[in-house]
């Protein structure tokens, strides 16, 4: 369904995602496998596609792949998509939809700190005490990275916000 119709997906894109985390949960690898395919797919060609309401439902399905044991190579490939993930984060272009920047001004109600950020630095935090060394090693690495991103960011905005009152 994914391979063929992709672009026809408009508001299916929650179940998908939830089906393939129960599938991330499976014993046999070749479901794990097969269903990992999919989601990388969807990560990399249909992103754009899949943001806003959807966009934590994504991260949630991908950290779920990243702590099935049955294959620390998928645990690695997903800690490269979540790095994707973070990267369209970093550069506001993911609530609301359609990769488009977030204006907080508009929804005070959006944290993206709390509603984005935390979890996926939670679920990348979660890996860095996984038992497979080349696991723990890569999220440890990818959670310093984004840790360190965020908080420049922030720390940016901050003075932006300073300057522009004074």
């Given at each position: 369904?994914?391979?063929?119709?992709?672009?026809?997906?408009?508001?299916?894109w929650?179940?998908?995602?939830?089906?393939?985390t129960?599938?991330?949960?499976?014993?046999?690898?070749?479901?794990?496998?097969?269903a990992f395919?999919?989601?990388?797919?969807?990560?990399?060609?249909?992103?754009?596609?899949?943001?806003?309401?959807?966009?934590?439902?994504?991260?949630?399905?991908?950290?779920?792949f990243?702590?099935?044991?049955?294959?620390?190579?998928?645990?690695?490939?997903?800690?490269?998509?979540?790095?994707?993930?973070?990267?369209?984060?970093?550069e506001?272009?993911?609530?609301?939809?359609?990769?488009?920047?977030?204006?907080?001004?508009?929804?005070?109600?959006?944290?993206?700190?709390?509603?984005?950020?935390?979890?996926?630095?939670?679920?990348?935090?979660?890996?860095?005490?996984?038992?497979?060394?080349?696991?723990?090693?890569?999220?440890?690495?990818?959670?310093?990275?984004e840790?360190?991103?965020?908080?420049l960011?922030?720390?940016?905005?901050?003075?932006?916000?300073?300057?522009?009152?004074?």
């Open positions: 369904m994914i391979k063929s119709k992709a672009g026809s997906i408009k508001s299916g929650r179940s998908v995602f939830m089906i393939f129960a599938a991330a949960d499976d014993d046999l690898e070749p479901i794990v496998e097969s395919e999919n989601v990388e797919q969807v990560v990399l060609e249909h992103f754009d596609q899949v943001v806003g309401d959807c966009f934590m439902d994504c991260v949630n399905c991908l950290i779920g990243a702590n099935n044991k049955s294959s620390h190579q998928i645990s690695l490939k997903v800690i490269a998509l979540l790095r994707i993930c973070e990267d369209h984060l970093a506001d272009l993911v609530p609301g939809g359609a990769l488009k920047r977030i204006d907080t001004r508009i929804d005070e109600t959006c944290d993206v700190t709390e509603h984005y950020w935390f979890p996926m630095l939670a679920g990348l935090s979660d890996l860095t005490s996984d038992p497979r060394a080349e696991v723990r090693i890569s999220s440890g690495d990818e959670w310093l990275r840790s360190s991103v965020h908080s960011q922030l720390l940016c905005n901050l003075f932006n916000t300073f300057y522009k009152v004074s």
